[in-house]
């Protein structure tokens, strides 16, 4: 049996799931000032994609909307 060491990554996607409602606020005791909000829904996952057919999927990440196209 032959293992294939490297393979190309063709494409990454994070899916974005739609918030419902905002729920609220709370003031952080570690952090004077700051805030920490509650919403229903929202979040990602992660999906990549192989030359070879295979797709992943993983956590989501929170991405600063400055760093994106």
């Known amino acids: 049996m032959t293992i294939k060491a490297h393979t190309k990554i063709t494409d990454v996607k994070v899916i974005r799931f739609k918030e419902l409602e905002f729920v609220g606020s709370i003031e952080l005791t570690w952090h004077e000032g700051g805030l920490m909000n ?12 192989t030359a070879e057919g295979i797709v992943g999927i993983g956590p989501g990440i929170e991405i600063d909307p400055a760093y994106t196209q």
């Open 38 to 49: 509650f919403s229903k829904g929202g979040g990602s996952f992660t999906e990549v994609y």
